[in-house]
């Protein structure tokens, strides 16, 4: 996925499960903030990785400050040894 530096980029997670919960975290960012399940409420700041259990969701927020390739996991890594992966490519 394209983002440039400075930008806030706003990342809508959910866990369908059924049964394992999942790490999200992107290599090389913090989350600026996190809601869990969504919800405004719930807000906190300075994440690394984040808990997403089963049946749930969550919203993260990050900017990044340099260019480059930042590659967003779950620390599941069986999850993610099948796929369960991406990047981001910040110009």
Do not use: W
């Not at 790490?23 to 919800?39: Q, T």
Request: aromatic content about 10%.
């Amino acid at each position: 996925m394209a983002a440039s530096v400075g930008e806030l980029v706003r990342i809508f997670i959910v866990n369908a499960g059924p049964n394992s919960s999942s790490a999200f975290h992107v290599i090389g960012a913090l989350f600026s903030r996190y809601e869990a399940d969504g919800y405004p409420a719930n807000a906190m700041c300075m994440h690394q990785t984040i808990d997403v259990p089963p049946g749930s969701g969550a919203l993260v927020e990050l900017t990044f400050a340099e260019p480059g390739n930042y590659p967003f996991v779950t620390h599941k890594f069986s999850d993610a040894s099948k796929g369960a992966l991406g990047l981001f490519k910040v110009s």
